[in-house]
């Protein structure tokens, strides 16, 4: 008996350590439509709701801003240094359009399924999940330590009436947490992999958090595989990216995410990965966490 109900568990959780074998896969998981999001040319014009930098110290490495900093005017470029992220988009967006509308109880099939729900999306870049996230219904709030990053978030926002209620802030999670501000569900997509604590930085995502709200965080698994495909492959042969965009050694495996977002009072429901078919040019979600990988969890206390 017991041999039969291994042998029907997904390959992946066999080996999962004790502390993610509660954690729901992908396979786990009812099949969600991705979410197709257009891609918009930006037009020269100034604004003068720009926020202004924040004087409290980022969690991002000094480094990582000036790297971000230099290639923010590219964001909205689907063929640019960020071509990955917009290939990926719509099945990052499926992933949290499907966790999100099974935990706080709305319809993933309706238009606007995040409709009432106070999302934030930090380490926003461009805007590229805020302004989906919007058309989805919710009240989207997109922080960034890159000022560039804020303006041209902004500049493209007001492009669409819908995305133009989209509140930007160059600022850090910490001084949010300062400010006592709260969200229904805390979205950091890709960006963890570059801040100087994780652990430091998990506890504002969850500070940030009402209780029983939702926090999704997204990242590079450090395994010899992603090694391969994330730096070798991404930066070097096919140069999605620009070199030297990640570091290796700052990678978090599963493991460890789903340890400190535990100790950071975030308990790990479901995670899945995302595989990259080149015959196709698609992301698609997955159970093989062993590159890309996304975990939704929920706020403890």
Same mark, same amino acid.
């Given at each position: 008996?017991?041999?039969?109900?291994?042998?029907?568990?997904?390959?992946?959780?066999?080996?999962?350590?004790?502390? &993610?074998?509660?954690?729901?896969?992908?396979?786990?998981?009812?099949?969600?439509?991705?979410?197709?999001?257009?891609?918009?040319?930006?037009?020269?014009?100034?604004?003068?709701?720009?926020?202004?930098?924040?004087?409290?110290?980022?969690?991002?490495?000094?480094?990582? &801003?000036?790297?971000?900093?230099?290639?923010?005017?590219?964001?909205?470029?689907?063929?640019?240094?960020?071509?990955?992220?917009?290939?990926?988009?719509?099945?990052?967006?499926?992933?949290?359009?499907?966790?999100?509308?099974?935990?706080?109880?709305?319809?993933?099939?309706?238009?606007?399924?995040f409709e009432g729900l106070r999302?934030?999306?930090?380490?926003?870049?461009?805007?590229?999940?805020?302004?989906?996230?919007?058309?989805?219904?919710?009240?989207?709030?997109?922080?960034?330590?890159?000022?560039?990053?804020?303006?041209?978030?902004?500049?493209?926002?007001?492009?669409?009436?819908?995305?133009?209620?989209?509140?930007?802030?160059?600022?850090?999670?910490?001084?949010?947490?300062?400010?006592?501000?709260?969200?229904?569900?805390?979205?950091?997509?890709?960006?963890?992999?570059?801040?100087?604590?994780?652990?430091?930085?998990?506890?504002?995502?969850?500070?940030?958090?009402?209780?029983?709200?939702?926090?999704?965080?997204?990242?590079?698994?450090?395994?010899?595989?992603?090694?391969?495909?994330?730096?070798?492959a991404a930066e070097y042969l096919?140069?999605?990216?620009?070199?030297?965009?990640?570091?290796?050694?700052?990678?978090?495996?599963?493991?460890e995410l789903t340890m400190i977002?535990?100790?950071?009072?975030?308990?790990?429901?479901?995670?899945?990965?995302?595989?990259?078919?080149?015959?196709?040019?698609?992301?698609?979600?997955?159970?093989?966490?062993?590159?890309?990988?996304?975990?939704?969890?929920?706020?403890?206390?």
């Amino acid at each position: 008996m017991a041999s039969s109900k291994l042998l029907s568990q997904p390959r992946w959780f066999r080996f999962l350590p004790r502390n &993610l074998s509660n954690v729901r896969l992908f396979s786990d998981l009812p099949s969600q439509l991705p979410v197709s999001e257009p891609q918009n040319s930006i037009e020269s014009k100034s604004n003068n709701r720009f926020s202004k930098p924040s004087s409290t110290p980022s969690s991002l490495k000094e480094p990582e &801003l000036a790297k971000f900093s230099a290639i923010a005017d590219t964001w909205w470029d689907s063929e640019g240094p960020f071509k990955p992220l917009h290939i990926m988009n719509p099945t990052r967006l499926a992933f949290i359009r499907s966790t999100l509308c099974r935990h706080f109880g709305k319809d993933p099939l309706c238009a606007r399924p995040f409709e009432g729900l106070r999302i934030i999306d930090v380490g926003c870049g461009g805007g590229i999940l805020s302004e989906p996230l919007a058309r989805m219904g919710a009240a989207v709030t997109g922080i960034d330590a890159v000022e560039k990053n804020i303006k041209i978030a902004r500049l493209h926002a007001n492009l669409d009436p819908t995305t133009s209620t989209i509140e930007y802030c160059c600022t850090t999670a910490e001084k949010l947490v300062d400010e006592q501000r709260k969200f229904d569900a805390v979205v950091a997509l890709e960006v963890i992999e570059h801040v100087a604590d994780p652990a430091e930085f998990c506890k504002s995502l969850a500070a940030l958090t009402v209780h029983e709200g939702a926090t999704v965080v997204s990242t590079i698994n450090r395994s010899m595989r992603s090694y391969a495909t994330a730096i070798v492959a991404a930066e070097y042969l096919l140069q999605w990216l620009p070199k030297g965009t990640h570091e290796w050694s700052s990678f978090l495996t599963p493991e460890e995410l789903t340890m400190i977002l535990k100790r950071a009072s975030i308990d790990v429901k479901e995670m899945a990965g995302f595989v990259y078919n080149p015959l196709t040019g698609r992301w698609s979600l997955s159970d093989d966490i062993s590159v890309n990988f996304i975990a939704f969890g929920t706020k403890e206390n």
